[in-house]
């Protein structure tokens, strides 16, 4: 790529999607052990497996108690006056 000249915009435009796709897709990096990108993302493994650590979210419970349908919450909301 250094030395390569474009005539066009179109033109590089190819030339980098090929680029880019063997760099991300064929080319074997060492980082990832030699494998190929496409490789190691077989290896990888999603941890939606695991349990959740808070059952019940990770939200702080409420303060006030939150409304029933058909009854009053007038104990808990506040008086101006």
Known sequence: MNETL???LAQARVALGCWRADYND????SRL???TPSEF???CYPR???ALRYAEGSAPAPVAPTAQ???SNSRSELRIG
Request: charged letters at 25%; hydrophobic letters at 30%; a positive charge.
């Open 69 to 71: 349908p058909g009854k």
């Open 6 to 8: 474009f005539t066009s």
């Open 41 to 43: 993302a077989f290896t």
């Open 26 to 29: 064929a080319r074997p990096h």
């Open 48 to 50: 939606r497996d695991l």
């Open 33 to 35: 052990g030699w494998k």
